[in-house]
């Protein structure tokens, strides 16, 4: 079974609409990623946090992390069409990344 | 070349077949890990290599799967005796150093059938 558990498991926004996806996890972490993945491709790294990190941004992304519940969250400013997709999160433990089952996003034109 | 790599990015093999899946990391990425996707999940980890090292398998999910790295960076994938339900695409990561500390950065996949 996979530890990370995105939510919502599906999500419709328009574009130019901000866009959060969550993720819980069940053990402890020195570190959590976001991949994004398009259809029928590979999965691309976003961005990572640290677990001495509770909040980061990259460019139109924002990422929050909060130990204590187990949680982080993934903002997506002003969406595009481009950022259709799915987001996973990934926790490491040990020498394993645990993926959850994914949010998939689809931004309207 | 700049990303990871991995070949072939499909393969359709009949029950029972072998199968020899590559990877090929970014040059000098120490970490390399295997993942297998079922549609519509998140990866599931398969294996880990630290340079040529196996240190952890703990995710192939029988015997018939087998992983391997001789020289700490090429690596290939084989499943012996294919079954239906190894049906999937088959995710290679490499990340700079040791462990999972930093970011990985993913090949294409190679989507394997077995009909």
């Known amino acids: 079974s996979q530890q990370g558990e995105e939510d919502p498991q599906a999500l419709s926004i328009q574009e130019g609409e901000n866009a959060t996806m969550n993720c819980s996890y069940k053990?402890?972490?020195?570190?959590l990623q976001w991949y994004r993945q398009n259809s029928g491709r590979g999965l691309v790294h976003l961005i990572l946090?640290?677990?001495?990190?509770r909040e980061k941004h990259s460019g139109r992304l924002r990422v929050t992390l909060d130990t204590s519940k187990k949680s982080s969250s993934l903002l997506i400013t002003a969406s595009r069409a481009a950022d259709t997709a799915s987001y996973f999160c990934a926790t490491p433990t040990g020498n394993q990344f645990y993926f959850g089952t994914g949010t998939s996003l689809t931004v309207i034109p | 070349g700049a990303g990871v790599s991995q070949s072939p990015r499909y393969k359709v093999a009949k029950r029972g077949q072998d199968v020899a899946l590559r990877c090929d990391p970014i040059s000098g990425h120490v970490s390399l890990f295997w993942y297998q996707q079922a549609l519509g999940q998140g990866p599931e980890f398969l294996t880990y290599f630290q340079n040529e090292a196996q240190l952890d398998k703990s995710g192939l999910p029988s015997d018939r799967f087998f992983a391997e790295r001789p020289e700490g960076s090429v690596s290939t994938l084989k499943i012996q005796r294919t079954q239906q339900e190894d049906s999937a695409v088959y995710l290679c990561?490499?990340?700079?150093?040791?462990?999972?500390?930093?970011?990985?950065?993913f090949g294409p996949g190679t989507r394997l059938t077995v009909l």
């Open positions: 946090i640290r677990s001495n990190e």
């Open positions: 990561a490499s990340s700079l150093t040791a462990g999972t500390k930093n970011e990985q950065f």
């Open positions: 053990t402890s972490i020195n570190n």
